[in-house]
């Protein structure tokens, strides 16, 4: 089993930053790829961004591209989520998620992931 926490959301005002972390425990980290996903109330879970297990690879859904910035560090089991440019848009709480893979490949659909975190809660006012 690996239990995932997230930290680090909070208000912010438009265009200002946040760093999101994911402390994973309970496994070796570094067999997990891993990725973060966002939800409004009433809207399906949406792909944020994702990061292969040793770091080497990652993805990003076309709404944050040139504004997020998805890493890790692995000797800390540690995923990061550093958030620039903030929108209103981008309020939602977010997820962290792991699967057991240690491929190139940097998956997208949440089915896939089989731990996730609680979430944390992201506001930006405009």
């Known amino acids: 089993q690996v239990q995932l926490v997230e930290s680090g959301g909070g208000l912010v005002q438009a265009g200002g930053s946040l760093r999101l972390s994911c402390a994973a425990s309970?496994?070796?980290?570094?067999?997990?790829?891993m990725a973060w996903f966002r939800q409004t109330p009433g809207k399906e879970r949406e792909f944020v961004t994702a990061i292969n297990w040793i770091g080497s690879r990652t993805s990003y859904a076309d709404s944050v591209k040139g504004r997020f910035t998805i890493s890790r560090d692995n000797a800390k089991n540690t995923l990061y989520l550093q958030m620039n440019s903030l929108k209103p848009d981008d309020t939602a709480v977010y997820y962290c998620?792991?699967?057991?893979?240690?491929?190139?490949?940097?998956?997208?659909?949440?089915?896939?992931?089989?731990?996730w975190g609680q979430g944390t809660q992201v506001t930006v006012s405009s």
């Open positions: 309970g496994r070796t980290f570094n067999n997990l790829a």
């Open positions: 998620a792991g699967r057991i893979d240690i491929s190139p490949t940097t998956p997208t659909q949440g089915s896939t992931y089989n731990y």
